[in-house]
């Protein structure tokens, strides 16, 4: 079954702001393979970030944050980013507000 990906807009402004163009290409790359088995792509996530999952990219050095929609065959991208433990910046800390604040449902 292929699904259908849908890049919530502040996942996608992240990806534009990636200056590396090769890491946005490979970021791109991993996005389009959740196409396919998204849920034996990537870790399931515990605590706030519960129900989506986490995919590396990019050399390990970026996370994808995402969840999948069986009902609707649907993947969406709340989030991506670098991982950076203990920083507000972090991609987890982002994707756990964009959650908490009810940007994202």
């Known amino acids: 079954m292929i699904y259908r990906?849908?890049?919530e807009p502040a996942a996608l402004k992240s990806l534009a702001a990636i200056g590396d163009r090769r890491a946005q290409?490979?970021?791109r790359e991993r996005i389009d393979a959740l196409a396919q088995?998204?849920?034996l792509q990537?870790?399931?996530l515990r605590g706030e970030l519960?129900?989506?999952r986490s995919l590396?990219?990019?050399g390990?050095?970026?996370r994808v944050i995402y969840r999948v929609e069986n009902m609707k065959v649907l993947v969406v991208i709340i989030a991506l980013g670098l991982r950076r433990e203990g920083d507000k910046k972090d991609v987890y800390a982002l994707a756990?507000?964009?959650v908490r604040l009810r940007f994202i449902s």
Do not use: D, F, S
């Open 5 to 7: 990906i849908v890049i």
């Open 25 to 27: 290409e490979k970021i």
């Open 37 to 39: 088995a998204p849920e």
């Open 42 to 44: 990537g870790k399931p």
């Open 50 to 52: 519960a129900g989506y």
């Open 56 to 58: 590396r990219a990019a």
């Open 60 to 62: 390990q050095r970026y």
């Open 96 to 98: 756990a507000k964009l």
